[in-house]
């Protein structure tokens, strides 16, 4: 994709249309959420947005950008607040007690994944989300467990990865409450099989 260079205005206006763009998928849907739409929202005319965007496929694949480093920005900052001893012990509950879950983002999300069931451009950035979040989670297992096998580590920091993933989903659908506390159970026996 060709970035368009230039000023620090520029990119903070791109980074505006973008964060308007997300919050018409959040909004209005990935139907509704045009070039048109995001226009009015940062009270520019289209011909003007197309000058920072020349078509909505490439504001689509940055919106995908954004919310993975939002994401990883979130994980990232929650971890740093963990201290040496108690890093598993945060690293589960950052995932399963409701703070990594963030429903707007993952409305945004959703909607995308519509769009990456027709689109290969959009399919691998949607996955790079996912791939960023695992791969961050398998940094943290690896670093707490430095002396764990790596294998078993691996196994390990992508079970938790799907567990907390499923509990995102039950969780905007609004399961009970229970299926949370499960996840976050089975995630600390995985994380306490590491310890031997």
């Known amino acids: 994709m060709r970035r368009r260079a230039g000023t620090k205005a520029n990119e903070e206006k791109r980074r505006e249309i973008i964060s308007a763009f997300i919050d018409s998928l959040i909004d209005r849907g990935l139907d509704q959420s045009t070039m048109g739409e995001v226009a009015a929202r940062v009270g520019l005319d289209r011909s003007t947005l197309h000058y920072y965007f020349r078509t909505r496929d490439e504001l689509v694949l940055e919106a995908a950008d954004e919310i993975s480093l939002r994401y990883l920005k979130q994980f990232k900052a929650n971890m740093a607040l963990a201290g040496r001893d108690d890093r598993a012990e945060k690293l589960i509950d950052l995932l ?24 290969p451009a959009v399919d691998r950035r949607v996955s790079g989300i996912y791939r960023a979040i695992e791969h961050a989670i398998i940094e943290e297992i690896e670093a707490i467990f430095p002396d764990a096998p ?19 989903v039950f969780v905007s659908m609004n399961f009970g409450a229970d299926r949370s506390r499960a996840a976050h159970r ?5 994380v306490a099989s590491l310890v031997k």
């Open 96 to 119: 399963f007690n409701g703070t990594f879950h963030q429903p707007d983002l993952s409305i945004a999300l959703e909607e995308l994944g519509v769009l990456a069931n027709r689109n």
């Open 150 to 168: 790596k294998r078993a580590r691996r196994d390990i920091a992508l079970a938790i990865s799907q567990l907390s993933e499923g509990c995102t």
């Open 186 to 190: 089975a995630a600390k026996l995985l």
